[in-house]
């Protein structure tokens, strides 16, 4: 499989023009020249590729798109692509360094994976174009204007975000349905024996999503994180078994909730309920 560390052994393969330069490169689909099918390869840089009017030949009766694709280094581009030469776009690359450098430019949506695209309305690929005007005109200057043509990526990465939470509010029922089935996943998680804490990265995996992905979704929908669902379950099922089986001390509650330390637990518990779980039993039993 092939692996791609650098801009210009990329556009090289892609037939795409040769970078300008080593962190950030700004460029042009050219149908007629660049390469329609491919096998798997991996990109270790940051990529956010707009294509317009872009269809794939494994699905030939399916209508063309204007889509956002992203992406992130050491991501394999899985199975290939085997596009119609039809479509225009754009694409916009970064190198790892310069995010790290200009952590404002990092957004969520950029490890959402390339399953998770962004479909543009005709308004935005209009808009996503006036921006990309500007940043290859800046780009290809002679006399480079380096802070000009950053300010000019943050508007572009801005403008995805906005519009990924337009297509989160245009599209409820499919959004929903992964919020639902991420709540069922926890509940299904907690009914067998635990041996660790589960964290978000674990329920993506099981919903074939990324973690950026899924969290930014549970937070649109829900307005909470999905770590904070995952430790209010997790607070919940402590509640129950404090109260539910006395005979439980306080280590066996910690380890069936599957943490590895009981005194991290405490300190878990106490902090969301502000009181020790020896504190919650002796008041709920005397409630009870």
């Known amino acids: 499989m092939k692996t791609f560390t650098d801009f210009k052994s990329y556009n090289q393969f892609m037939g795409m023009e040769i970078p300008l330069d080593n962190d950030i490169d700004v460029g042009y689909y050219d149908p007629p020249k660049i390469i329609l099918s491919s096998q798997p390869v991996v990109v270790d840089f940051y990529r956010i590729s707009i294509k317009i009017k872009y269809k794939r030949k494994s699905t030939p009766d399916a209508a063309p798109v204007s889509a956002v694709f992203f992406n992130t280094p050491d991501l394999i581009i899985e199975p290939g692509w085997d596009a119609e030469p039809n479509y225009t776009g754009m694409y916009l690359q970064l190198s790892k360094k310069i995010i790290e450098e200009n952590r404002f430019l990092f957004k969520t949506y950029l490890d959402y994976g390339q399953h998770e695209a962004l479909y543009l309305t005709d308004d935005e690929v209009e808009e996503v174009s006036a921006v990309f005007k500007l940043m290859i005109k800046y780009y290809e200057s002679e006399i480079k204007h380096f802070a000009v043509l950053l300010s000019y990526v943050n508007v572009l990465v801005c403008l995805v975000e906005a519009f990924y939470k337009r297509q989160f509010s245009t599209d409820p029922k499919q ?84 943490f590895e330390y009981p005194n991290y637990f405490s300190k878990f518990f106490k902090k969301q309920v502000h009181l020790t779980p020896k504190e919650y039993r002796l008041q709920a039993i005397g409630r009870n």
Not at 241 to 255: G, I, M, R, S
């Open 175 to 258: 959004y929903n349905r992964v919020v639902t089935d991420f709540q069922q996943s926890l509940i299904d998680y907690y009914n067998q024996p635990v041996k660790q804490l589960p964290n978000v990265q674990y329920f993506a995996d099981q919903l074939g999503l990324t973690a950026n992905y899924l969290g930014d979704i549970m937070k649109h929908f829900t307005q909470k994180p999905a770590l904070e669902h995952i430790h209010d379950f997790i607070v919940k099922r402590a509640k129950e078994l404090l109260v539910q089986n006395q005979k439980l001390n306080t280590a066996e509650v910690a380890y069936e909730l599957g």
